[in-house]
């Protein structure tokens, strides 16, 4: 067993990536990150796609979510308007 300690912004990132990548749970997600990074070869390359991917995928979550909320204020200040 292996035990690690993350700050509460890296553990939410690694939720995230659960949800986006469909993992069952945190351990999962990780024991599957583990097993890929002993099985190749080129460790090195590997890793900069994979965090390069996540960073992509990040950003595509953060503008989609404040798109979002950007959406949800203007309907509830369009709603507030008419009351």
């Given amino acids: 067993m292996i035990s690690i300690r ?6 939410s990132a690694f ?4 949800s986006v990548t469909g993992a069952r749970s945190v ?13 190749t070869t080129n460790r090195e390359d590997v890793l900069g796609i994979h965090v390069n991917e996540f960073r992509t995928q990040m950003r595509n979550l953060d503008r989609k979510i404040e798109q979002l909320a950007a959406e949800i204020a ?3 200040e369009a709603q ?4």
């Fill in 15 to 18: 939720k995230r990536l659960r």
């Fill in 74 to 76: 203007n309907r509830f």
């Fill in 6 to 11: 993350l700050s509460e912004e890296e553990y």
């Fill in 27 to 39: 351990s999962d997600l990780t024991r599957d990150a583990m097993r890929m990074l002993l099985n």
């Fill in 80 to 83: 507030s308007a008419k009351d």
